[in-house]
């Protein structure tokens, strides 16, 4: 859990979840340990926005910023940190994905870690991945395989996005992050070795979303494929 002094804030970015949004607050919400959530929406016409606006009636700790189109996952979290520095005292960020694949339960696990990254990983002793076909987890190892290779990361799971981030990680992320896409978390995990941040891995069960469509598009591989050589270690 949480130090007693810490303030947590959670940034999620969405982009029509109109039937993930509700067991995803509620599950964080009851959690106790979850000081505010904000969420970076990319003006979904699913209904998202609806049941955001009855939640935050619920919810006094809801923020919901709402942005003008599809402009990228890594804009959206980079947005997000800032915002949040902006109107929060906190002292850390959990960053997770609003499809229901990273289980709130698992924060408390996180929380308990002291490092500047905490990833949420797959790929360690008591970490899995439930409901991927063959073909999407050598995908995504080929994937990890090839930044921890090129980069020099030595991260086993560097590709998650369940992640848990001190204040001084968000204000340099916020600051010199520059990635669109999805390749957001390898940068992030390269700009926490560049400035000497402490980095651990925490086992998580990973669930493929169960409602609505992937993001992960063809030209976000590339895009990433892109970052990563653009970003060899030489």
Not at 65 to 77: C, D, I, S
Not at 190 to 216: C, N, W, Y
Request: aromatic share 8%.
């Amino acid at each position: 859990m949480k130090m007693s002094w810490e303030r947590i804030c959670a940034v999620i970015p969405t982009y029509n979840e109109a039937d993930n949004v509700e067991p995803l607050i509620q599950g964080l919400e009851s959690l106790g340990c979850v000081d505010w959530i904000l969420i970076v929406d990319d003006s979904s016409n699913d209904g998202t926005l609806e049941k955001l606006a009855q939640l935050r009636s619920e919810y006094e700790n809801l923020t919901v910023h709402v942005r003008p189109g599809k402009l990228g996952f890594g804009t959206a979290l980079k947005e997000g940190f800032t915002l949040a520095l902006e109107k929060f005292n906190l002292t850390r960020l959990i960053q997770m994905d609003a499809d229901l694949s990273h289980d709130p339960s698992f924060i408390p696990d996180m929380l308990s870690k002291q490092a500047d990254l905490i990833i949420g990983s797959r790929y360690i002793e008591g970490g899995k991945i439930i409901g991927w076909n063959k073909r999407r987890k050598i995908t995504s190892k080929t994937a990890n395989l090839l930044v921890n290779t090129l980069l020099g990361l030595k991260i086993h799971d560097v590709t998650s996005g369940f992640r848990v981030y001190s204040r001084r990680a968000v204000e340099t992320i916020a600051t010199q992050a520059t990635s669109v896409g999805y390749e957001f978390e390898i940068e992030a995990a390269l700009l926490a070795r560049k400035h000497q941040m402490s980095i651990e891995e925490v086992p998580i069960t990973f669930v493929d979303r169960r409602k609505g469509e992937t993001k992960l598009k063809t030209r976000e591989i590339f895009r990433f494929l892109g970052f990563v050589l653009r970003n060899i270690q030489i």
